[in-house]
C-alpha cells in the first residue's frame, strides 16, 4: 500500500479520444519546428544545433507530459504530469523571451498555471478526504456525507481545469500567451492543451456530488458568454494570431456549451440529448484541434514570412503564397463549420441537441437551451464574419506593404507536409465520421450512462454523405471553366473603382473597416476605445485615427483586483524585513503569545 | 384558426415592442392608441359580446385610451414642441431584448397562477404582465416626459387587461371609476409636462432635480 | 419524380420573381417599368459575353460564383416545394440548408474582398453584418416550428405538419410568417434592407459586390440572388398556404402563385416604404428574431 494509492495508468476510450489530438498535432508539431526557426529574413530565433535539439526535447516533454494528463488513474500522478505540462509549455511559450511582450505574456501564463494547479491541488485532497480515495473518479463521490460542500468541489474543478480550458472568465491569460508563442507552440497551445481543460471537466464534473444538472447550467451560462464574446473580440483583433487565439475562446466555450447541455439533459433523464450534446462536445474537440492547428501552423509561417502578424500589413498572400494561403482558407472553412467540411459535423449534433433539447425538456432547463440555441447561431454567424475578415483581408486584394508584395513561398517540405495533412483531413475527414463516431460513442457511453450510442449513431449517418457538396462544387466549377474557355476571350483589367483608374492598396477595405458595424454595434460591450485626430484648419497637416478593443475583463476586473491583493500583501512584505533583531522579535512575541495561550487559567485544565 | 380574443391580445403584445423599439414621439402615441383600440374591442370577444356591461366597458375604453388620451398627449406634444425622444438610457435593440425577457417571465408567472376560466384567453394574463413590465421598461429608462406619461398609459393598460378577468365579478362602477382615475392622471401629467416646457424650456424629467431649493 | 417537378419549377421560376417585384414598384410610382421577364434576357445576354477579371483577382474571385448558385440550388433539394416532402431530407437538414445558404454568403464576401477595390469591402462589411444576424433569426425561426410542429427537418416543419399546426398554435406561426418575411427582405437583399435599383455605389450592399464579375459570372451571381429570393419565397407559402389535400399539379401551381404574390408583396413594400439607414438594419433584424421568439414563447405552457 503507497501512500498516495498505485500511480496506475489507464487507457480507457475517454483517453483514447484525448490522446489522438496530442499524437496527430503533436507529431506534425516536431516535424513543422525546426524548418519554423530557419523561417523568415533574420529569423528572430534562428539556434544553433545544439538549442534546436534542446527545444525539441522540451516539446517532446510537453508531449508526454500531456499524455500522461490524459492516462492517469490517480489523481497525484494527474496533478504532477499537469505541473510538468505547464511548465514545459511555459519554457516554450517564452522561447522568444527577448521581446518583452512575450515576457509578460509568460509571467500571466505561469501565474494562471499556478492557479489551477493550486485549485487542483486542493481539489484532489477534498476528493480523497470525501470518500473518492486518489482515484480519477468513475462513480459519483457522496461529497455532503463527509461535510464537504459540492458547491466548493465544484468551484475548485472549473478553476482548476476551467483555467487551461479558458473558459470564460477564466480566459485573461490566454489571447496574449498563444499569440506570443511560436507558432507550433500556439498550434499545440490553441489546438491540445486547451482541451484537458475539457477533459478535466467531463472526467470530473459529473462526479463531483450533488445533481449535475446545475452545474451543467452553470457550464453552459459561462460557455455561452465565452463564445459569444470571444468571437466578438477576434473580430476586433488586427494581430492574427490574437483574433485565432479568441476564435480559441469561442469554440472553448461552444464545447463547455456543450457538455454542460449533456449535463443538464442527463439530469432531466434525457439520455438521448445528453449523448448528442457530448458527441457534439468531443468531436468538437478533434475538430477544433485539427482545425486550429492548421491555423497556426498556415498564419504562423505567413506572419513570419511577412515579418508581421499585423493584418494590416498582410494581403495578395493567396496569390503568393498558395499553399499557405489554402491551408488557411481551409482551416477557417472547417472551423465556420461550412457543410462539406468536418467542421459541421459537430455543429450539427450541437445544434441537434439544443433542439432535441428545447422540444422535450421541461421548466427552466427549456429556457436554457432555448437561450443557447440563439447563442450558439449568433456565433457561427459571427464567427463566418471573423474567418472571412482574416481571409479576405490577409490573403486577398492587394499587398498592403512591401514585406507582403515581396513574399515567397518557402522552400521546405517540413513546413509544408503539416499544413498539407490538416488541410487535406479538413475535407478529407467528412467520409470517415462514422467510424469517428463510433470512437467517440464509446467515450460518450462511459460519460453518460445510459447513453443511447446507436440512436446517435443512427441520426448522424447521413452526415457522411456531405463530402459529396466539395465533390460535386468542384464537378461543376470544373464543367463550367471548361465550357467558359472555349470561344472566350478572357482578359484581365484593373479593378474597377469608380473610375478611378489607379486603385491601390491603400484605398482597400481595411480589417478594422471591414469589422466597424458590429464593433460599433457592440460597442457598449466591447468599449473599442478610438483615437481620433481630425484634420484642422485650412491646411491640415496630419491626422490619425487609432482603434484598440481591450480585453475588459482584464482591464476591469483582474488589474484592479491584482492590484488590491497586492496593496495587501505589502503589509507582508513590511513584517518580512531581513533584520536578524526584528526576526528575534517575532520569536519573542511568538513566545509569549503562546506562553499565555496555554497557561492562561482558563475554566478548564488543557 | 385562432380564436379572435388570443390574436387581438397577440397584438397587444405586438405593440409593446413598437413602443419599445420606436424613437418617434408621435409614433409611440400612436401606438397605444392602437392598443387602446384592441384593448376596446377586447370585452367583446370574451364571452357573451352583446350584453350591456360588455358594451359600456368597449365603449368606454375606446373613448378614453384610443380618442380622448392619444389627442391629449398629441395635443401636449405640439404645445410643448418635442418631437423624438433623445438617448433613452437602454437601446432600442437592449429594449427589445428586455421586451422579449418580460414576456418570458410573465408566461413562467402565468403557469404559476391558478386557472383562469375556460372562457378567457389563456393569453390574459401573460399579456397583462408582459404589458405592465413594458411600460414599467419605458418608465425606467425613458427621459422625455412625454414619453413616460406613454408608460404610464402602458402600464394602466396592462393593469387593464388584469381587470378583465374579474370583469365578470367586479361591478361595472368601479370599471369605470379606474378608467375615470386613468383620464384624471393623463390630464394632470399632461398639464404637468404643458408647465416644465414652459418653466424649464426642456422636457428633460433629469431636469426635475433643478427644481429643489 | 413528384418532388423534382417543384425543384425545376423553382428553379425557372426564379429570375421572375425580381421582375415581378421591379414591375410592382413601377406600377406603384406611376411609371411602365422594365418587362416582367427583364432578367432572363439579362440572363441570356450576359451569358454570351466575355470575361474580364480584376487584376489582382486569385482563384477565389472564379470559383465564388459557382459556389453561391451551388449552395443555393443544393439547399433547395431540402425545401418541400411539393408541400410534403422534400427531394432529400433527414433530421437535422435545415441546418444544412443554413449552412449551405452560409456557404454561398462565404464565397460571395470572400471574392468581393479579392478585388481589392474599397466599394466590394464596403459590401462584404455590410452583407458580413446582416449575415451574422440574419443566421438567429433563421435559427430562431426553426426552432420555433420546431416546437410547433414537433419536427426536425425541413420536410416536417414546413411539410404538412405545418396545416395540421395552424388551427392548435395559429398565433405561432403568424409571428413565424412575419419574421421569415422580413428576413426574406434581408437575405434577397430588397427594401428596405437594400436597394436593388440604386446606382450609387455608397449606398449598395448586394448589388456593390458584383461591381467587378462580368459576363456569365455576373449572369450566375444575379440568378443565385433570385434563387435566394424564391428560396426564402418558396418557405414563407409553404407556411401560410399549407397543400391540404391539392393534386401533385395543383400543389405546383400553387407554389408558382404564392411566389409570384410574395415578389408582388416584396414590390408592394419597397415602394411604400423609405430605405432603413445602416445603422437601424441591426434593429430590424432583432425585431424578426422578436416575432419569432416571441411565437416560441406563446408555445411554453
Known amino acids: 500500500m503507497t501512500l498516495y494509492g498505485p500511480l496506475a495508468l489507464r487507457l480507457d476510450p475517454v483517453a483514447v479520444v484525448f490522446l489522438a489530438p496530442i499524437a496527430l498535432i503533436g507529431a506534425l508539431a516536431l516535424i513543422y519546428a525546426p524548418a519554423y526557426s530557419r523561417l523568415g529574413r533574420g529569423a528572430p530565433f534562428e539556434r544553433g544545433r545544439a538549442a534546436t535539439l534542446g527545444h525539441l526535447a522540451t516539446l517532446t516533454l510537453l508531449l508526454a507530459s500531456m499524455a500522461l494528463v490524459v492516462v492517469a488513474a490517480n489523481t497525484v500522478l494527474l496533478l504532477v504530469a499537469w505541473e510538468i505540462m505547464t511548465i514545459a509549455s511555459w519554457a516554450l511559450l517564452t522561447e522568444e523571451h527577448h521581446a518583452r511582450e512575450v515576457r509578460v505574456a509568460g509571467l500571466g501564463y505561469l501565474v494562471a498555471g499556478h492557479v489551477s494547479g493550486a485549485a487542483l491541488a486542493v481539489l484532489f485532497v477534498l476528493l480523497a478526504t470525501a470518500g473518492g480515495g486518489w482515484q480519477v473518479p468513475v462513480a459519483p463521490v457522496d461529497a455532503a456525507r463527509f461535510g464537504v460542500s459540492p458547491v466548493l468541489l465544484f468551484a475548485l474543478a472549473l478553476v482548476g481545469f476551467g483555467t487551461k480550458a479558458a473558459v470564460a472568465p477564466l480566459h485573461v491569460w490566454l489571447p496574449d500567451a498563444h499569440a506570443s508563442a511560436p507558432s507550433h507552440v500556439s498550434a499545440l497551445l490553441s489546438g491540445v492543451l486547451v482541451t484537458l481543460g475539457i477533459y478535466g471537466l467531463v472526467r470530473f464534473v459529473p462526479f463531483l456530488g450533488s445533481d449535475p444538472g446545475d452545474w451543467g447550467m452553470a457550464l453552459m451560462a459561462l460557455g455561452a458568454a465565452g463564445a459569444c464574446g470571444g468571437i466578438v473580440m477576434a473580430l476586433g483583433q488586427r494581430d492574427v494570431k490574437r483574433a485565432l487565439a479568441y476564435s480559441t475562446i469561442e469554440n472553448v466555450g461552444l464545447i463547455a456549451l456543450a457538455i454542460g447541455a449533456a449535463l443538464v439533459a442527463g439530469s432531466a433523464g434525457q439520455p438521448l440529448v445528453a449523448a448528442l450534446a457530448m458527441s457534439a462536445a468531443l468531436l468538437h474537440v478533434w475538430n477544433h484541434a485539427i482545425a486550429k492547428g492548421l491555423l497556426f501552423f498556415s498564419a504562423g509561417a505567413i506572419a513570419r514570412l511577412v515579418g508581421s502578424r499585423d493584418l494590416e500589413r498582410w494581403g495578395g498572400l493567396l496569390a503568393r503564397l498558395p499553399l499557405l494561403g489554402t491551408g488557411l482558407l481551409a482551416g477557417a472553412a472547417a472551423l465556420v463549420g461550412l457543410p462539406g467540411t468536418h467542421g459541421f459535423a459537430s455543429e450539427w449534433l450541437l445544434f441537434m441537441a439544443l433542439f432535441r433539447g428545447s422540444q422535450t425538456l421541461v421548466g427552466p432547463a427549456r429556457f436554457v437551451m432555448l437561450l443557447a440555441v440563439v447563442a450558439t447561431a449568433f456565433t457561427t454567424g459571427a464567427a463566418l464574419a471573423g474567418f472571412v475578415r482574416i481571409l479576405g483581408i490577409g490573403l486577398l486584394g492587394h499587398p498592403r506593404g512591401p514585406e507582403a508584395a515581396a513574399a515567397r513561398p518557402p522552400r521546405d517540405a517540413a513546413l509544408a507536409l503539416p499544413v498539407l495533412v490538416l488541410a487535406v483531413s479538413c475535407v478529407g475527414l467528412v467520409p470517415f465520421l462514422g467510424p469517428m463516431l463510433a470512437v467517440i460513442g464509446r467515450a460518450v457511453a462511459a460519460l453518460t450512462p445510459g447513453a443511447p450510442i446507436d440512436r446517435v449513431a443512427r441520426l448522424a449517418s447521413p452526415l457522411p454523405w456531405l463530402a459529396a457538396i466539395p465533390a460535386l462544387a468542384a464537378v461543376a466549377f470544373l464543367l463550367y471553366r471548361t465550357w467558359l474557355e472555349r470561344g472566350r476571350t478572357i482578359r484581365r483589367a484593373v479593378t474597377w473603382d469608380c473610375a478611378y483608374a489607379r486603385p491601390e492598396a491603400t484605398m482597400q477595405y481595411t480589417a478594422t473597416s471591414l469589422a466597424q458595424p458590429v464593433t460599433r454595434l457592440l460597442h457598449p460591450a466591447l468599449r473599442t476605445n478610438v483615437d481620433w485626430r481630425p484634420p484642422q484648419g485650412l491646411w491640415p497637416d496630419a491626422m490619425t485615427w487609432v482603434s484598440r478593443t481591450p480585453e475588459r475583463a482584464l482591464a476591469e476586473v483582474y488589474r484592479p483586483a491584482f492590484r488590491r491583493v497586492a496593496a495587501l500583501l505589502g503589509f507582508f512584505r513590511r513584517i518580512q524585513e531581513g533584520r536578524v533583531m526584528v526576526y528575534l522579535r517575532y520569536v519573542g512575541v511568538a513566545l509569549l503569545i503562546l506562553l499565555v495561550w496555554f497557561f492562561w487559567p482558563a475554566g478548564t485544565p488543557r | 384558426m385562432i380564436p379572435l380574443s388570443e390574436a387581438v391580445l397577440v397584438l397587444v403584445l405586438l405593440v409593446n415592442f413598437a413602443v419599445l423599439a420606436a424613437s418617434r414621439l408621435t409614433f409611440t402615441i400612436r401606438a397605444t392608441a392602437i392598443q387602446g383600440v384592441l384593448l376596446g374591442i377586447l370585452p367583446l370577444t370574451i364571452g357573451d359580446p352583446w350584453s350591456g356591461k360588455s358594451l359600456l366597458l368597449s365603449g368606454g375604453t375606446l373613448a378614453l385610451k384610443a380618442i380622448v388620451l392619444p389627442n391629449v398627449l398629441l395635443w401636449a406634444m405640439r404645445e410643448a414642441a418635442v418631437r423624438r425622444e433623445v438617448e433613452p438610457s437602454l437601446g432600442p435593440i437592449a429594449s427589445v431584448g428586455a421586451g422579449v425577457l418580460s414576456v418570458g417571465l410573465a408566461q413562467a408567472l402565468s403557469r404559476n397562477l391558478p386557472p383562469l376560466d375556460a372562457a378567457l384567453p389563456r393569453l390574459l394574463v401573460t399579456a397583462s404582465i408582459a404589458t405592465v413590465l413594458s411600460g414599467f421598461i419605458v418608465l425606467m429608462t425613458r427621459r422625455k416626459a412625454m414619453t413616460q406619461v406613454v408608460g404610464y398609459l402602458m402600464l394602466e393598460n396592462g393593469v387593464y387587461l388584469f381587470g378583465l378577468i374579474l370583469a365578470g365579478r367586479v361591478p361595472l362602477l368601479v370599471e369605470l371609476g379606474v378608467l375615470l382615475d386613468l383620464l384624471v392622471g393623463v390630464f394632470i401629467m399632461g398639464l404637468v409636462v404643458f408647465h416644465m416646457n414652459r418653466e424649464l424650456e426642456s422636457l428633460d424629467s433629469a431636469r426635475l432635480s433643478e427644481l429643489r431649493d | ?301
Open chain 3, 1 to 301: 419524380m413528384t418532388a423534382l417537378l417543384p425543384l425545376a419549377l423553382l428553379l425557372l421560376l426564379a429570375p421572375l420573381l425580381p421582375g415581378v417585384a421591379a414591375r410592382t414598384v413601377a406600377l406603384a410610382t406611376g411609371r411602365r417599368g422594365a418587362p416582367v421577364l427583364q432578367l432572363y434576357r439579362d440572363l441570356r445576354r450576359l451569358w454570351g459575353k466575355d470575361l474580364v477579371y480584376g487584376a489582382v483577382t486569385t482563384g477565389v474571385f472564379r470559383v465564388a460564383p459557382v459556389v453561391w448558385v451551388f449552395g443555393a440550388v443544393a439547399a433547395a433539394a431540402f425545401v418541400p416545394l411539393d408541400g410534403r416532402s422534400a427531394l432529400a431530407r433527414f433530421p437535422g437538414d435545415f441546418l444544412l440548408f443554413a449552412g449551405l445558404l452560409a456557404l454561398g454568403r462565404f464565397a460571395l464576401t470572400l471574392a468581393a474582398l479579392d478585388t481589392g477595390s474599397s466599394f466590394e469591402g464596403m459590401g462584404a462589411s455590410r452583407e458580413l453584418l446582416i449575415g451574422g444576424l440574419a443566421e438567429p433569426v433563421l435559427f430562431l425561426g426553426f426552432l420555433t416550428l420546431s416546437l410547433a410542429t414537433g419536427g426536425s427537418s425541413l420536410s416536417e416543419l414546413f411539410g404538412t405538419g405545418v396545416g395540421d399546426a395552424w388551427p392548435r398554435v395559429g398565433a405561432t406561426l403568424v409571428m413565424v410568417a412575419l419574421s421569415l418575411a422580413m428576413l426574406l427582405l434581408a437575405e434577397a437583399s430588397r427594401g428596405p434592407i437594400d436597394d436593388p435599383a440604386t446606382h450609387l455605389e455608397l449606398t449598395m450592399i448586394h448589388e456593390v459586390m458584383a461591381l467587378d464579375h462580368s459576363g456569365p459570372d455576373l449572369a450566375l451571381l444575379l440568378y443565385g440572388g433570385a434563387l435566394r429570393f424564391a428560396l426564402f419565397g418558396a418557405l414563407l407559402v409553404q407556411l401560410v398556404w399549407p397543400r391540404g389535400a391539392m393534386g401533385d399539379l395543383a400543389a405546383a401551381g400553387r407554389l408558382a402563385a404564392g411566389l409570384v404574390a410574395v415578389a408582388a408583396l416584396v414590390g408592394a413594400v419597397e415602394s411604400s416604404m423609405a430605405r432603413l439607414r445602416m445603422i437601424r438594419i441591426p434593429q430590424y433584424l432583432v425585431s424578426a428574431g422578436v416575432l419569432a421568439s416571441l411565437g416560441a414563447l406563446l408555445l411554453l405552457r
